[in-house]
T-cell receptor, first 114, second 111 residues
Framework: NAGVTQTPKFQVLKTGQSMTLQCAQDMNHNSMYWYRQDPGMGLRLIYYSASEGTTDKGEVPNGYNVSRLNKREFSLRLESAAPSQTSVYFC?????????????FGPGTRLTVL | QQPVQSPQAVILREGEDAVINCSSSKALYSVHWYRQKHGEAPVFLMILLKGGEQKGHEKISASFNEKKQQSSLYLTASQLSYSGTYFCGTAITGTASKLTFGTGTRLQVTL
């Protein structure tokens, strides 16, 4: 039982390059989330998927797209990376949606955009 | 709007107590607490729901004042393992799909 896994763990991009961050969970959770964490800013929600087949914007969606590929997988895509997207990205999942359920976080992806 | 946490940072000696506060300008349905150790992912501690129900860690206590939209996390007889950054996350309705997290309180426990 691996919980929430994320790939890659580290990534360096040049401005304008694109990439996809992968996230998978094996807990049969319905809801999945993408956060970014910057120093002094806490965790900010980028996008979330309350259930398979649905996605919604969070607080900071600009510059990102997501795909809920199936119940297990939720990917985050940066189409044209910018230095402002340098951050640590966490994927999380919960059995049901946010207000009543604990979230399980993946180990994070540390992204640097030069 | 992000909830406001206080203090921003605190240093304790092992065995001392600490209180971390989380305040919101909006009426809240639930408050969630997470702890994050350096270089690691956040880990769930507990949920406090409107109406008094709590779910989570047996050794950590917290309160939720619905009228003041405030929650406090109580860390008693602190241990070195309590060190980390504590985040509160808030939901404004029972059907809310997402949490809004505060900026965190950094706690350091020393010998």
């Amino acid at each position: 039982n691996a919980g929430v896994t994320q790939t890659p763990k580290f990534q360096v991009l040049k401005t304008g390059q694109s990439m996809t961050l992968q996230c998978a969970q094996d807990m049969n959770h319905n809801s999945m989330y993408w956060y970014r964490q910057d120093p002094g800013m806490g965790l900010r929600l980028i996008y979330y998927s309350a259930s398979e087949g649905t996605t919604d914007k969070g607080e900071v969606p600009n510059g990102y797209n997501v795909s809920r590929l199936n119940k297990r997988e939720f990917s985050l895509r940066l189409e044209s990376a910018a230095p402002s997207q340098t951050s640590v990205y966490f994927c999380a999942s919960s059995f049901l949606t946010g207000s009543y359920n604990e979230q399980f976080f993946g180990p994070g992806t540390r992204l640097t955009v030069l | 709007q992000q909830p406001v946490q206080s203090p921003q940072a605190v240093i304790l000696r092992e065995g001392e107590d600490a209180v971390i506060n989380c305040s919101s300008s909006k009426a809240l349905y639930s408050v969630h607490w997470y702890r994050q150790k350096h270089g690691e992912a956040p880990v769930f501690l507990m949920i406090l729901l409107k109406g008094g129900e709590q779910k989570g860690h047996e050794k950590i206590s917290a309160s939720f004042n619905e009228k003041k939209q405030q929650s406090s996390l109580y860390l008693t007889a602190s241990q070195l393992s309590y060190s980390g950054t504590y985040f509160c996350g808030t939901a404004i309705t029972g059907t809310a799909s997402k949490l809004t997290f505060g900026t965190g309180t950094r706690l350091q426990v020393t010998l």
